[in-house]
């Protein structure tokens, strides 16, 4: 049997920017996806603590260092600069891996995007 799993997880990321215009996607600097084990492309899981929104999306490359994180597209009406949110990534396991395996979780600062933990 496989299990779904959380693999990696950004807590509380504050949005810089929302792009209604863009492709479609959330844009993440890349220092917060190698702290996350994220990777560019990879589905995840949005959730705005803000109102409540809960969304899908994939990951496009922000600049490094930068403090982006910013949806674009259709993704853009479901959050406003300065809401925070979590940002999940998931992946199947063996059960018996499932039950002892240990998600990625960094934790921002709620401002400027930088790392707490």
Wanted: proline share 2%; hydrophobic share 40%.
């Amino acid at each position: 049997m496989w299990v779904e799993v959380l693999k990696s997880k950004i807590h509380r990321a504050t949005v810089t920017d929302a792009d209604l215009n863009y492709e479609g996607s959330i844009t993440i600097d890349e220092d917060l996806l190698d702290a996350a084990g994220m990777f560019v492309h990879e589905k995840v899981a949005v959730v705005n603590n803000n109102n409540g929104e809960r969304f899908e999306t994939y990951i496009i490359r922000g600049e490094r260092g930068s403090g982006t994180v910013c949806l674009n597209g259709a993704a853009a009406r479901k959050v406003q600069r300065g809401d925070i949110i979590i940002i999940m990534s998931y992946a199947y396991l063996p059960l018996e891996e499932a039950k002892v395996y240990e998600p990625t979780v960094i934790n921002l600062d709620g401002r400027t995007n930088r790392i707490n933990n």
